[in-house]
DNA sequence: CGATTTTTTGAATCATATCAACGTACGTGG
DNA sequence: CCACGTACGTTGATATGATTCAAAAAATCG
């Protein structure tokens, strides 16, 4: 199979060859045309996905039912929900697609089976997650830094791929604003400079 | 050493009696002073710190010196400048005792040392970046979703013990709202129910 | 006890939300 | 290929939750 992931996996570790293979046998490849779910709330998240091309959001849906989007994902980063992810259980993230998009899909049980054959991919995901980690307490300390205006400016800063393929309504309501709001300060912005 | 870190480790992961003496030579205890630093921001934060007694907040500093409180720590959990920790780079977190307190101090480089002795071990700090992110996320997700009562009930519901050791004003900084906006909603909440 | 930290209260202000309406773009079926 | 529906973006008027600033009361510490 040729995707990003591989590239990708070379790129944080090291893998042999058999190793590559290994791998490369309990992924498949899932096309998700644009405003189509790769994943619903209720369902057990089976899967970590891959973007090996396109932009996808995941979001939930509170009691109101308004969304919130907790992720926008363009290709080379992961996806799914974490939660449910781990313990197997129904979760309460969405997932759809912003564009027609491609996802590697790498199956929970079978990453189980690799994390113990392959100690160089538990050291990947360990460092991925701390990164992970990292980049959401950077969001959260925005959240409750900075004002809606510095956080745009801070997403367009930080990830400029973004804030130009993503509508801004999915823009807004993953810096926690209003699409309204949004509207505002992006006139504002173009006004002012 | 005697230390809940050890009954910690056995909780989530199964370690020999050689790994637990590997793990025992390169941690030692250090004790923290209510209001003592553990971690200053500009310092590298070469260590990860496991709770063993007391209580502690790390926190960032805003260009205007308003502290901003990341993380409200007891007994049983972690703390340290993750993004400085994994870049061995200076930080931005300051960490300071709220009670005096006792932690179990691992370096940095002795722990990357015992990822590859000990496989068990690089999965167990897997499984806990995991979690942390999962909780990261709903936190975030609070922030955007909720009223400041919402988030104050939430964490009293889910972190009982944290609402009644931790001077309100942490919490306040912890909720991302201030301290005269707490205390409004705790006399509303006291008068109604 | 005095000093410092923490919590409370009041009044004015501000950032962002809400509600309602309209403009624009796009893509899908007739 | 045009028309219509749906998705997306903007604008205005008003409402509101939370902040700010100032001050005092209460709790804690050495």
Redesign the interface.
Known sequence: MNSLLFDNLNKYCTLTENQFKAIEQVVVRRFVKKRKDLLTEGDVCKYLYFVDKGCLRSY?T?NDG?E?V?QLVVEQHWVGD??SF?TQTPGTINIEAIEDSEVIVLPYFELEKL?DEI?AL??F???L??????A??????S???FSAEERYRELIHLRPEIAQRVPLIYIASYL?ITPESLSRIRKLMFSKT
Do not use: C, M, W
């Not at 997650?129 to 990292?134: D, H, M, S």
């Open positions: 939930t509170d308004i919130h907790v974490l939660y781990i994390y100690p538990e050291k995901f360990r460092k997650f701390q990164r992970a980690y990292v959401l307490q950077q969001r959260l300390n959240a409750q830094s926690g």
